[in-house]
């Protein structure tokens, strides 16, 4: 079993930046890949971001802008955000993937990017 625990959201404005931080406790040796989703009010949860095997894919939305890290020693992902705009107001929701293909979700953090 994993546990994910994310911390850094909160309130900024825009042109602002946000880093945000995912720690994974338990069974972290088969973690394949960890990854970052949002979701905005009345909307689907997407990508954001992941990495895997030393590769990251980021959504177009953010591309430039935002930037996925990992530290395996920690076992934390990590989502520094630039250049911030109202419209990536969301809950920010770390995944990560098991070797199995199973998926864990943190929590959430709620990110506020105010005009």
């Known amino acids: 079993q994993v546990q994910l625990v994310e911390s850094g959201g909160g309130l900024v404005q825009a042109g602002g930046s946000l880093r945000l931080s995912c720690a994974a406790s338990?069974?972290?040796?088969?973690?394949?890949?960890m990854g970052w989703y949002r979701q905005a009010p009345g909307k689907q949860r997407d990508l954001v971001a992941i990495?895997?095997?030393?590769?990251?894919n980021y959504a177009d939305s953010v591309k430039g802008r935002f930037t996925i890290s990992r530290d395996n020693a920690k076992n934390t992902v990590y989502l520094q955000m630039n250049s911030l705009k109202p419209e990536d107001t969301a809950v920010y929701y770390c995944?990560?993937?098991?070797?199995?293909?199973?998926?864990?979700w943190g929590q959430g953090t709620q990110v506020t990017v105010s005009s």
């Open positions: 338990g069974s972290t040796f088969s973690i394949r890949a």
């Open positions: 995944k990560m993937l098991s070797n199995t293909y199973t998926a864990y």
């Open positions: 990495t895997s095997s030393g590769s990251t």
